[in-house]
């Protein structure tokens, strides 16, 4: 097998993104839970953030997951670009789908907690 090493917190996000869009859910959830932002992003890490909005349309709940786990990673740092994705949308897919997550991509119920406790009164 090959082993890939992502040592910045921008080559993992840049992994994330191909294996998201290959629909390798349980790979990509398995780089954002490891996904700690090591500074304010750079131009790069924007565009790799604007990026995922290509699988926008990809309604598998474990890629709902995926979206979660990356808005917890980083919805809760300063400077992140808004994520391309309804924060709202994401919830409510996973809760309505979420005896169809795998038990690799389901999110920890401390973050399903952050997350909701995100949720802005005109996002409800």
Do not use: M
Not at 67 to 75: D, H
Request: glycine share 8%; proline share 6%; net charge neutral.
């Amino acid at each position: 097998g090959n082993f890939i090493f992502a040592a910045s917190s921008e080559a993992k996000l840049y992994l994330c993104l191909l294996r998201f869009l290959r629909r390798d859910h349980s790979g990509a959830c398995a780089l954002a839970i490891e996904l700690t932002p090591d500074g304010p992003p750079g131009p790069t890490d924007v565009e790799i953030v604007a990026a995922f909005g290509a699988a926008r349309d990809d309604r598998h709940p474990d890629a709902h997951a995926v979206r979660l786990r990356l808005s917890f990673a980083l919805g809760g740092c300063a400077g992140w670009p808004g994520l391309p994705w309804s924060l709202a949308a994401e919830l409510t897919g996973y809760t309505v789908k979420y005896s169809h997550v795998s038990a690799a991509c389901r999110l920890p119920l401390t973050a399903e907690q952050t997350l909701l406790g995100r949720l802005s009164y005109k996002e409800q």
